[in-house]
Protein backbone atom coordinates (compact mmCIF):
# COMPACT_ATOMS: atom_id res chain seq x y z
CA UNK A 1 0.00 0.00 0.00
CA UNK A 2 1.73 3.33 -0.90
CA UNK A 3 1.66 6.68 1.07
CA UNK A 4 -1.38 8.05 -1.51
CA UNK A 5 -3.53 4.81 -1.25
CA UNK A 6 -3.19 4.77 2.12
CA UNK A 7 -4.26 8.31 3.29
CA UNK A 8 -7.22 7.73 0.83
CA UNK A 9 -8.11 4.56 2.72
CA UNK A 10 -7.80 6.47 5.97
CA UNK A 11 -9.90 9.29 5.35
CA UNK A 12 -12.16 6.99 4.14
CA UNK A 13 -12.44 5.37 7.50
CA UNK A 14 -12.22 1.89 6.16
CA UNK A 15 -9.09 0.87 6.58
CA UNK A 16 -8.96 -0.16 10.29
CA UNK A 17 -12.47 -0.56 10.26
CA UNK A 18 -12.96 1.84 13.48
CA UNK A 19 -16.26 1.86 14.89
CA UNK A 20 -16.36 6.11 14.40
CA UNK A 21 -13.29 7.70 12.74
CA UNK A 22 -14.70 11.47 13.54
CA UNK A 23 -12.67 13.04 16.10
CA UNK A 24 -15.06 12.87 19.54
CA UNK A 25 -17.38 15.69 19.72
CA UNK A 26 -16.08 17.39 22.76
CA UNK A 27 -12.32 18.02 21.48
CA UNK A 28 -10.85 19.24 18.34
CA UNK A 29 -6.89 19.17 17.46
CA UNK A 30 -5.48 22.30 15.84
CA UNK A 31 -1.93 22.60 14.60
CA UNK A 32 0.13 25.29 16.46
CA UNK A 33 2.75 26.89 13.80
CA UNK A 34 5.73 25.04 14.87
CA UNK A 35 3.37 21.93 13.45
CA UNK A 36 2.82 20.53 16.91
CA UNK A 37 -0.48 19.11 17.24
CA UNK A 38 -2.16 20.57 20.20
CA UNK A 39 -5.89 19.69 22.20
CA UNK A 40 -8.27 22.00 22.66
CA UNK A 41 -11.84 21.01 24.66
CA UNK A 42 -14.42 23.16 25.08
CA UNK A 43 -15.06 23.98 28.74
CA UNK A 44 -18.23 21.89 29.56
CA UNK A 45 -16.66 18.78 28.23
CA UNK A 46 -13.69 18.85 29.91
CA UNK A 47 -14.56 16.48 32.79
CA UNK A 48 -15.71 13.80 30.72
CA UNK A 49 -12.33 14.12 29.23
CA UNK A 50 -10.45 14.10 32.57
CA UNK A 51 -12.09 10.89 34.02
CA UNK A 52 -11.52 9.08 30.90
CA UNK A 53 -7.85 9.69 31.42
CA UNK A 54 -8.04 8.64 35.43
CA UNK A 55 -10.27 5.59 34.83
CA UNK A 56 -7.70 4.83 31.61
CA UNK A 57 -8.33 1.18 31.89
CA UNK A 58 -11.56 1.20 31.23
CA UNK A 59 -14.52 1.27 28.59
CA UNK A 60 -15.91 4.70 27.81
CA UNK A 61 -18.50 5.69 25.49
CA UNK A 62 -16.96 7.01 22.56
CA UNK A 63 -13.97 4.88 22.86
CA UNK A 64 -12.95 3.37 19.03
CA UNK A 65 -12.89 -0.05 18.57
CA UNK A 66 -11.00 -2.60 15.94
CA UNK A 67 -14.03 -4.43 14.14
CA UNK A 68 -14.05 -8.37 14.02
CA UNK A 69 -11.83 -8.56 10.94
CA UNK A 70 -9.11 -6.16 12.23
CA UNK A 71 -9.37 -7.82 15.47
CA UNK A 72 -7.93 -10.48 13.80
CA UNK A 73 -5.50 -9.29 12.25
CA UNK A 74 -4.48 -7.72 16.13
CA UNK A 75 -4.31 -11.22 16.86
CA UNK A 76 -2.46 -12.41 14.60
CA UNK A 77 0.08 -9.99 14.33
CA UNK A 78 0.86 -9.88 17.85
CA UNK A 79 1.12 -14.02 18.13
CA UNK A 80 4.35 -13.27 15.21
CA UNK A 81 5.59 -10.58 17.16
CA UNK A 82 5.43 -12.75 20.48
CA UNK A 83 7.61 -16.00 17.94
CA UNK A 84 9.75 -13.03 16.62
CA UNK A 85 11.14 -11.20 20.07
CA UNK A 86 11.22 -15.46 21.40
CA UNK A 87 13.50 -15.89 18.09
CA UNK A 88 15.94 -13.20 18.28
CA UNK A 89 15.50 -12.06 22.36
CA UNK A 90 14.24 -9.59 24.61
CA UNK A 91 16.91 -7.73 24.46
CA UNK A 92 17.45 -7.65 19.98
CA UNK A 93 13.62 -7.08 20.15
CA UNK A 94 14.16 -3.74 21.82
CA UNK A 95 16.42 -2.69 18.90
CA UNK A 96 14.88 -4.34 16.01
CA UNK A 97 13.71 -2.46 13.45
CA UNK A 98 10.80 -3.03 10.76
CA UNK A 99 12.96 -3.91 7.90
CA UNK A 100 15.01 -6.42 10.12
CA UNK A 101 11.72 -7.72 11.31
CA UNK A 102 9.77 -8.88 8.22
CA UNK A 103 13.47 -10.14 7.16
CA UNK A 104 13.85 -12.29 9.89
CA UNK A 105 9.80 -13.36 9.97
CA UNK A 106 10.37 -14.76 6.07
CA UNK A 107 13.79 -16.07 7.27
CA UNK A 108 12.66 -18.30 10.16
CA UNK A 109 9.71 -20.84 9.98
CA UNK A 110 9.65 -20.57 13.82
CA UNK A 111 8.06 -17.07 13.16
CA UNK A 112 6.72 -17.13 9.71
CA UNK A 113 5.57 -14.48 7.08
CA UNK A 114 3.86 -11.76 7.88
CA UNK A 115 1.08 -11.81 5.55
CA UNK A 116 0.00 -8.96 3.24
CA UNK A 117 -3.06 -8.37 5.23
CA UNK A 118 -1.02 -8.26 8.34
CA UNK A 119 1.26 -5.74 6.45
CA UNK A 120 -1.29 -3.51 5.49
CA UNK A 121 -3.16 -3.47 9.04
CA UNK A 122 0.58 -2.31 10.73
CA UNK A 123 1.52 0.13 8.01
CA UNK A 124 -2.46 1.73 8.51
CA UNK A 125 -1.88 1.15 12.20
CA UNK A 126 1.56 3.25 12.48
CA UNK A 127 0.69 5.97 9.80
CA UNK A 128 -3.10 6.48 11.06
CA UNK A 129 -3.65 10.09 13.22
CA UNK A 130 -3.96 8.70 16.72
CA UNK A 131 -6.17 11.55 17.29
CA UNK A 132 -8.91 9.76 15.78
CA UNK A 133 -8.65 7.36 18.89
CA UNK A 134 -7.89 9.71 21.93
CA UNK A 135 -4.05 10.07 21.77
CA UNK A 136 -2.95 13.74 21.59
CA UNK A 137 0.57 13.34 21.62
CA UNK A 138 3.64 13.94 19.05
CA UNK A 139 4.87 11.87 16.42
CA UNK A 140 8.69 11.38 17.18
CA UNK A 141 9.35 8.54 14.85
CA UNK A 142 7.81 9.64 11.57
CA UNK A 143 8.66 6.35 9.39
CA UNK A 144 7.53 2.87 9.79
CA UNK A 145 11.32 2.23 8.82
CA UNK A 146 12.92 4.40 11.12
CA UNK A 147 16.06 2.58 12.97
CA UNK A 148 17.71 2.33 16.37
CA UNK A 149 21.46 3.99 15.61
CA UNK A 150 23.41 1.03 17.05
CA UNK A 151 26.20 2.81 17.65
CA UNK A 152 24.19 5.52 19.63
CA UNK A 153 23.07 3.34 22.17
CA UNK A 154 24.53 1.34 25.35
CA UNK A 155 23.35 -0.96 27.05
CA UNK A 156 22.53 -0.57 30.54
CA UNK A 157 24.36 -2.97 32.93
CA UNK A 158 22.33 -5.16 35.32
CA UNK A 159 19.09 -4.17 33.38
CA UNK A 160 18.55 -6.18 30.09
CA UNK A 161 17.76 -2.04 28.66
CA UNK A 162 19.24 0.58 26.73
CA UNK A 163 19.47 4.09 26.76
CA UNK A 164 20.94 6.43 24.04
CA UNK A 165 24.34 8.07 24.10
CA UNK A 166 24.36 11.75 25.13
CA UNK A 167 21.99 13.65 27.98
CA UNK A 168 19.68 10.42 28.64
CA UNK A 169 22.59 8.11 29.44
CA UNK A 170 24.12 11.14 31.90
CA UNK A 171 20.60 11.49 33.35
CA UNK A 172 20.53 7.61 34.04
CA UNK A 173 24.25 8.26 35.51
CA UNK A 174 23.10 11.32 37.97
CA UNK A 175 20.15 9.79 39.13
CA UNK A 176 21.78 6.28 39.71
CA UNK A 177 24.85 7.94 41.56
CA UNK A 178 22.08 9.65 43.90
CA UNK A 179 19.99 7.26 44.59
CA UNK A 180 22.24 3.59 44.30
CA UNK A 181 20.84 0.70 44.18
CA UNK A 182 17.55 1.74 45.14
CA UNK A 183 16.95 2.96 41.48
CA UNK A 184 16.15 0.58 38.50
CA UNK A 185 15.57 1.50 35.24
CA UNK A 186 12.66 -0.04 33.89
CA UNK A 187 12.21 0.67 30.54
CA UNK A 188 14.84 2.67 28.44
CA UNK A 189 14.86 2.33 24.17
CA UNK A 190 12.36 1.18 22.22
CA UNK A 191 12.59 0.43 18.31
CA UNK A 192 8.66 0.86 16.33
CA UNK A 193 8.42 -2.90 16.69
CA UNK A 194 8.91 -3.09 20.47
CA UNK A 195 6.44 0.04 20.80
CA UNK A 196 3.89 -1.96 18.05
CA UNK A 197 4.38 -5.12 20.44
CA UNK A 198 3.22 -3.63 23.45
CA UNK A 199 0.44 -1.14 22.29
CA UNK A 200 -1.12 -4.44 20.41
CA UNK A 201 -1.16 -6.30 23.64
CA UNK A 202 -2.52 -3.56 25.19
CA UNK A 203 -5.55 -3.72 22.85
CA UNK A 204 -6.12 -7.21 22.94
CA UNK A 205 -6.03 -7.22 26.40
CA UNK A 206 -8.49 -4.26 25.93
CA UNK A 207 -10.89 -6.36 23.87
CA UNK A 208 -9.82 -4.29 20.45
CA UNK A 209 -10.34 -1.19 22.24
CA UNK A 210 -7.92 1.27 20.45
CA UNK A 211 -8.33 4.23 23.10
CA UNK A 212 -8.55 2.36 25.96
CA UNK A 213 -4.63 0.96 24.58
CA UNK A 214 -3.96 4.49 23.78
CA UNK A 215 -4.68 5.45 27.51
CA UNK A 216 -1.93 3.19 28.48
CA UNK A 217 0.55 3.18 26.04
CA UNK A 218 1.92 5.49 22.92
CA UNK A 219 0.60 4.32 19.44
CA UNK A 220 3.41 3.10 17.71
CA UNK A 221 5.79 5.89 16.37
CA UNK A 222 4.39 8.15 18.99
CA UNK A 223 6.96 6.91 22.17
CA UNK A 224 9.64 8.89 23.05
CA UNK A 225 11.27 6.12 24.25
CA UNK A 226 12.25 6.03 20.53
CA UNK A 227 14.51 8.76 20.86
CA UNK A 228 15.38 9.75 24.24
CA UNK A 229 13.42 9.06 27.18
CA UNK A 230 13.37 6.54 29.44
CA UNK A 231 11.55 4.76 32.81
CA UNK A 232 12.67 4.36 36.56
CA UNK A 233 11.64 2.04 39.05
CA UNK A 234 12.11 1.38 42.86
CA UNK A 235 13.96 -1.61 43.51
CA UNK A 236 11.92 -4.72 44.86
CA UNK A 237 8.53 -2.82 44.09
CA UNK A 238 7.78 -4.91 40.88
CA UNK A 239 4.67 -4.13 39.28
CA UNK A 240 3.89 -1.14 41.02
CA UNK A 241 6.31 0.69 39.22
CA UNK A 242 3.92 1.52 36.95
CA UNK A 243 0.92 2.28 38.93
CA UNK A 244 0.36 5.68 40.98
CA UNK A 245 1.68 4.29 43.81
CA UNK A 246 5.28 4.91 42.44
CA UNK A 247 4.75 8.35 43.52
CA UNK A 248 4.79 7.02 47.58
CA UNK A 249 8.19 5.49 46.68
CA UNK A 250 11.87 6.76 48.04
CA UNK A 251 12.65 7.27 43.95
CA UNK A 252 10.01 9.24 43.15
CA UNK A 253 9.79 11.67 46.44
CA UNK A 254 14.18 12.36 45.74
CA UNK A 255 13.84 12.67 41.98
CA UNK A 256 11.14 14.99 42.31
CA UNK A 257 12.63 16.81 45.05
CA UNK A 258 15.67 17.47 43.23
CA UNK A 259 13.89 18.03 39.69
CA UNK A 260 14.61 15.33 38.03
CA UNK A 261 10.92 14.44 37.55
CA UNK A 262 10.32 16.76 34.20
CA UNK A 263 7.40 14.97 33.46
CA UNK A 264 6.42 13.70 29.80
CA UNK A 265 3.14 13.25 30.89
CA UNK A 266 1.63 14.68 34.29
CA UNK A 267 -1.48 14.17 36.55
CA UNK A 268 -4.26 15.25 34.34
CA UNK A 269 -2.79 16.02 31.22
CA UNK A 270 -4.10 16.78 27.87
CA UNK A 271 -2.60 14.11 25.87
CA UNK A 272 -4.80 11.42 26.19
CA UNK A 273 -2.28 9.85 28.50
CA UNK A 274 -2.62 8.57 31.78
CA UNK A 275 -0.40 10.26 34.97
CA UNK A 276 3.48 8.47 34.29
CA UNK A 277 5.51 9.47 37.50
CA UNK A 278 7.70 7.20 36.54
CA UNK A 279 8.28 8.26 33.14
CA UNK A 280 11.47 10.60 33.04
CA UNK A 281 11.52 13.58 29.95
CA UNK A 282 14.72 13.65 28.27
CA UNK A 283 13.95 15.75 25.37
CA UNK A 284 17.12 15.56 23.65
CA UNK A 285 19.77 13.00 23.01
CA UNK A 286 22.61 16.03 22.76
Known amino acids: MNRRDFLRVAAAGSALGMASMALPVY ?3 KASSS ?4 IKFKDDDLSDYLKKVRQYDEDHVGDVYFDEYNWGLLKSSLERFVRLQ ?3 GHGNFYLLDFDEALRLASTYPSVGEFTTPELNFLETLFYEQAAIYGFYGEKPLKNLTDRIPLREVVKVPNSGNYLYRGKPVET ?3 IRKILGPDVVLTSGVRSVIK ?3 LFLNKAYESGGNLSRASRSLAPPGYSFHGISDFDVGQAGYGQYNFT ?4 LTKVYKTLRELGYLTLRYPRDNLLGVRFEPWHIKVGTRV
Open 27 to 29: ASV
Open 35 to 38: KKSQ
Open 86 to 88: KMV
Open 172 to 174: WEA
Open 195 to 197: QFY
Open 244 to 247: ERFV
